[in-house]
């Protein structure tokens, strides 16, 4: 970036193919180098979806989910689909993070405030329970515990007039994935509905979509991405917020999975899809992402 111009195949090759940790390195290293802030500098030199690409690529995870949260937040209204993928889908470690950075990010802000300021009813409930970061992870799975949630939520709902949100935001928000994927199952003996059903049917907005979206991702969370992904991309328009979000904090972790889902979702790769969809270095530095 120094001199006339600038080069962005190099930005591509030396921030596409790194790490997080390693463009943190490089982005310390050229502070005390330069004397500038890298971000900073990348806004005066490109802009459009590269430009947020490479914001996204220049800050921590934990930085860049903060930094989406509060964009959903901020101004008229709330994009809660972004709350909803954010802490449905983060582990107990990244939510702790996530909100670290909210309030060092944010000054005079802390998320869980902003949170409740901005959301009603179950869906902020849930939301707040879910910041608590007391998922149980660990992989064993009480056959009793999982009996008696199926009954308890069964009772909370089909089997009444109205339903007990609160039961389902406790169990929701605190057991481990292995156990909500045998309560799926569970639930089939206990309810007239499956689990997924009974939801459906008791509930709505953005309290389904949430509780809908813990369930796929204790089932499946590749192929949550990967529908997320391919909705980004369908029909007139990109949404490229979506698209640069899930590109962004899934390479590290497990877009290789969700590759192959989306493959086996649409049929077609997802490169396939982000050449279709996109162009330039915008194109070019997403490709490098999902080829990492």
């Known amino acids: 970036m120094a001199g006339l111009g600038t080069n962005e195949k190099e930005l591509i090759e030396v921030l596409g193919h790194r790490s997080a940790d390693q463009r943190a390195i490089i982005a ?15 806004k005066s030199e490109i802009s459009g979806h590269f430009y947020d690409t490479m914001e996204a690529l220049c800050c921590s995870p934990a930085e860049f989910d903060a930094r989406e949260l509060h964009r959903a937040m901020k101004g008229a209204g709330t994009d809660e689909s972004v709350l909803i993928e954010i802490l449905c889908t983060r582990t107990n470690h990244q939510i702790r ?3 670290e950075a909210y309030g060092r990010l944010f000054s005079g802000h802390d998320l869980e405030g902003d949170i409740i300021g901005d959301t009603s009813g179950d869906f902020k409930h849930l939301c707040i329970a879910l910041l608590q970061a007391g998922r149980d992870e660990s992989t064993q799975v009480d056959a009793q515990r999982v009996r008696k949630d199926a009954e308890a939520l069964y009772e909370a709902s089909e ?19 292995a156990h909500l994927r045998a309560l799926c199952q ?12 009974a939801l459906k049917s008791e509930m709505h907005g953005h309290t ?30 990109t949404n490229d917020r979506m698209l640069i979000r899930i590109i962004v904090s899934r390479c ?40 990492a």
């Open 28 to 42: 310390q290293k050229y502070k005390s180098l330069f004397g500038k802030d890298l971000i900073t500098k990348l």
């Open 97 to 99: 993070q996530i909100k």
């Open 159 to 177: 089997k009444k007039w109205g339903t007990d949100e609160s039961k389902f935001i406790q169990v929701f928000a605190s057991r481990s994935h």
């Open 186 to 197: 569970e639930y089939n003996n206990v309810g007239k509905k499956t689990l997924e059903d």
């Open 208 to 237: 389904l979509q949430s509780f809908l979206t813990l369930v796929q991702c204790a089932n499946n969370k590749a192929l949550y991405f990967a529908e997320k992904l391919k909705q980004s991309m369908k029909g007139a328009g």
């Open 252 to 291: 590290e972790i497990d877009l290789g999975l969700i590759k192959k889902e989306f493959h086996k979702l649409t049929g077609d790769s997802l490169e396939s899809w982000i050449e279709g969809d996109t162009s330039g270095d915008y194109r070019r530095l997403l490709l490098a992402l999902v080829h």
